[in-house]
T-cell receptor
Framework: KAGVTQTPRYLIKTRGQQVTLSCSPI?????VSWYQQTPGQGLQFLFE???????NKGNFPGRFSGRQFSNSRSEMNVSTLELGDSALYLC?????????????FGPGTRLTVL | QQPVQSPQAVILREGEDAVINCSSS?????VHWYRQKHGEAPVFLMI?????EQKGHEKISASFNEKKQQSSLYLTASQLSYSGTYFC??????????????FGKGTLLTVNP
């Protein structure tokens, strides 16, 4: 069974631009959650999508948004990029909703904002 | 509110035991435990729910103390493969239906031969 895949793996953007990251969950999984990891702030929860609906959201500004498609693939969008958005963005998938089932993480997308 | 993990770092010899604690200032509903090796994505270890039983998998187990608002991860007879940073993620569900995970800063565990 293929694992969680994230594309692209590395990305360099400049301040003010926007970026879209993609996450393909394990086949059959309906939950996709997103996380930001930085050396300073550590691991932070962004949001969770389940069956195409955002179910839960962390404390991030509205510049961070996402969506989930009918095939459970999810995208995360960050608009008006800031230097502080440089981070490793991880997604995880699960068969059930966050908090009910094992989560499987993808390798992450390393975003650098210049 | 970010949970507090202790210790921040621990060094073990192969075969030794370790305990990692995760404390919250708010009432806990669930605790998630992860391990992350350098340069890799986190690996989910287990989730403990309020009112649930102690969980375990081989030589790694965890407990959840509701009164103390704390969870502890127990690693027994450590192996080299246990090295990594261990994170706890807590969910307080203070109100509403928004399920929000908050992570501790991590505990760096090093197992030496």
């Amino acid at each position: 069974k293929a694992g969680v895949t994230q594309t692209p793996r590395y990305l360099i953007k400049t301040r003010g631009q926007q970026v879209t990251l993609s996450c393909s969950p394990i086949s059959g999984h309906r939950s996709v959650s997103w996380y930001q990891q930085t050396p300073g702030q550590g691991l932070q929860f962004l949001f969770e999508y389940f069956s195409e609906t955002q179910r839960n959201k962390g404390n991030f500004p509205g510049r961070f948004s996402g969506r989930q498609f009918s095939n459970s693939r999810s995208e995360m969008n960050v608009s008006t990029l800031e230097l502080g958005d440089s981070a490793l963005y991880l997604c995880a998938s699960g068969a059930g909703r966050l908090g009910t089932d094992t989560q499987y993480f993808g390798p992450g997308t390393r975003l650098t904002v210049l | 509110q970010q949970p507090v993990q202790s210790p921040q770092a621990v060094i073990l010899r192969e075969g030794e035991d370790a305990v990692i604690n995760c404390s919250s200032s708010k009432a806990l509903y669930s605790v998630h435990w992860y391990r992350q090796k350098h340069g890799e994505a986190p690996v989910f270890l287990m989730i403990l729910l309020k009112g649930g039983e102690q969980k375990g998998h081989e030589k790694i187990s965890a407990s959840f103390n509701e009164k103390k608002q704390q969870s502890s991860l127990y690693l027994t007879a450590s192996q080299l493969s246990y090295s990594g940073t261990y994170f706890c993620g807590t969910e307080n569900r203070g109100g509403g239906s928004n399920y929000k995970l908050t992570f501790g800063k991590g505990t760096l565990l090093t197992v030496n031969p």
